[in-house]
T-cell receptor, first 117, second 115 residues
Framework: DADVTQTPRNRITKTGKRIMLECSQT?????MYWYRQDPGLGLQLIYY???????NKGEISDGYSVSRQAQAKFSLSLESAIPNQTALYFC????????????????FGEGSRLTVL | AQTVTQSQPEMSVQEAETVTLSCTYD???????LFWYKQPPSRQMILVIR??????QNATENRFSVNFQKAAKSFSLKISDSQLGDAAMYFC????????????FGTGTSLTVIP
């Protein structure tokens, strides 16, 4: 089983609909992230959470919200989807990067492709 | 602000040959991580190689190696003996470790491997 699991893998929806993308992880990491990927733009950070009680906006948070239900679960919501939110969305986790044994990298889920018509 | 620049949107290489992908970054920090990720058509993001800034020795992973020039803020990826399975989008990433502790990505280089 994958260490970071995203559902759904693919979703087609209509403008104005509410959409939730879910993420769960078995890495035991405190830090979780949601990224958006558009062609030619690399990965852009939407929201991140360093702890269950810690939620932070990233560079493109407008139109999105998140919920950290537990250490292992971090969901992304689009309250009212619009066509320019059509993209590939990644959930990821990481360790703190400074501890002994930390590897520092992001561990990614398999991505959720969202199409908003 | 930290930025990561990949100046080659597309590259191609003949099978079994060597190719180098470029990456530069901007930072005022002295302690950080650098990464190369591979994204094949399956869209999965796969870690290729990791470099810790305090280490002077260049990281290597089998056919993949980096040329880390800390003073020049350059982090290039060399792929030797290229294989068809190396065809993918490659992303360079920087991880700031202190204030903010964030990851920053380049815009990617699409690598084509010619049989």
């Amino acid at each position: 089983d994958a260490d970071v699991t995203q559902t759904p893998r693919n979703r087609i929806t209509k403008t104005g609909k509410r959409i939730m993308l879910e993420c769960s992880q078995t890495k035991g990491h405190d830090r979780m992230y949601w990224y958006r990927q558009d062609p030619g733009l690399g990965l852009q950070l939407i929201y991140y959470s360093f702890d269950v009680k810690d939620i932070n906006k990233g560079e493109i948070s407008d139109g999105y919200s998140v919920s950290r239900q537990a250490q292992a679960k971090f969901s992304l919501s689009l309250e009212s989807a619009i066509p320019n939110q059509t993209a590939l969305y990644f959930c990821a986790t990481s360790d703190g990067g400074l501890g002994q044994g930390d590897t520092g990298e992001l561990f990614f889920g398999e991505g959720s492709r969202l199409t908003v018509l | 602000a930290q930025t990561v620049t990949q100046s080659q949107p597309e590259m191609s290489v003949q099978e079994a040959e060597t190719v180098t992908l470029s990456c530069t970054y901007d930072t005022s920090e002295s302690d950080y991580y650098l990464f190369w990720y591979k994204q094949p058509p399956s869209r999965q993001m796969i870690l290729v190689i990791r470099q810790e800034a305090y280490k002077q020795q260049n990281a290597t992973e089998n056919r993949f190696s980096v040329n880390f020039q800390k003073a020049a803020k350059s982090f290039s990826l060399k792929i030797s003996d290229s294989q068809l399975g190396d065809a993918a989008m490659y992303f360079c990433a920087y991880r700031r470790l202190h204030t903010g502790n964030q990851f920053y990505f380049g815009t990617g280089t699409s690598l084509t491997v010619i049989p």
